[in-house]
């Protein structure tokens, strides 16, 4: 089955304790992204991974890290995680946008964090 | 500036009643592609709809049908016949596609729409 895979599903934290979000994906596909959604302020981009190798931020990047070593993962890593980075987080694949006979994404079932 | 706009925040009907839930986009790309998400309480993202900016055709799926007019920058959706299992949280979303984009996906904030028995 074609899936985005994250883990874990939940999680509580303590400020400061580093955690990484994993993410994988079955599809080969060449783009991933990591998305946090929060009330009132919608869905926004963390980072995106255009290939292998190949990362940049989004429009809230600070506190997070990624990295692409391989095509079918891409963690999201919270060095020193702090109460405002408490949010609903999402992972997403998909072919590149220039390939428009194919383009769409995925969605990870989403991960619930909590900094206290 | 790219920008999606879901006027309607919530939306309340009783079973059986035909809702359309509104989109509208702005981009000044001429390539684009425009989504639908459902967002059900157990929170993950399910895809809906995909619709490239070539193609106006609409679409019907069983009780969902959407309907993408250019002219007026919008890309609306209607559910037939609502069902209480249609409660969920629905996202209109826009990636531009042309050069130099970056595959980001702009959500609107959403439309709550509960379906009442």
């Known amino acids: 089955e074609a899936q985005v895979t994250q883990n874990p599903r939940y999680l509580i934290t303590v400020t400061g304790k580093k955690l990484t979000v994993t993410c994988s994906q079955n599809?080969?596909?060449?783009?991933m992204s990591w998305y946090r959604q929060d009330p009132g302020l919608g869905l926004r981009q963390i980072y995106y991974?255009?290939?292998?190798?190949?990362?940049d931020k989004g429009d809230v990047p600070e506190g997070y890290k990624v990295s692409r070593k391989e095509k079918r993962n891409f963690p999201l890593i919270l060095e020193s995680p702090s109460p405002n980075q408490t949010s609903l987080y999402f992972c997403a694949s998909s072919t590149t946008p220039f390939d428009r006979a194919s383009y769409g994404y995925t969605f990870g079932s989403g991960t619930r964090l909590t900094v206290v | 500036a790219q920008k999606v706009t879901q006027a309607q925040t919530e939306i309340s009907v009783v079973e059986k009643e035909d809702v359309t839930l509104d989109c509208v986009y702005e981009?000044?790309?001429?390539?684009?592609?425009l989504f639908w998400y459902k967002q059900p309480p157990s929170g993950e993202l399910v895809f809906l709809i995909r619709?490239?900016?070539?193609?106006?055709q609409n679409e019907i799926s069983g009780r969902y049908s959407w309907n993408f007019q250019k002219s007026t920058s919008s890309f609306n959706f209607t559910i037939t016949a609502s069902q209480v299992v249609d409660s969920a949280v629905y996202f209109c979303?826009?990636?531009?596609?042309?050069?130099?984009?970056?595959?980001?996906?702009?959500f609107g904030q959403g439309t709550t729409l509960q379906v009442k028995p």
């Open positions: 619709r490239n900016s070539f193609d106006e």
């Open positions: 979303a826009l990636s531009e596609g042309g050069s130099g984009n970056t595959g980001k996906l702009i």
């Open positions: 599809m080969n596909h060449e783009y």
């Open positions: 991974s255009m290939n292998v190798e190949v990362t």
């Open positions: 981009t000044r790309d001429t390539t684009y592609y």
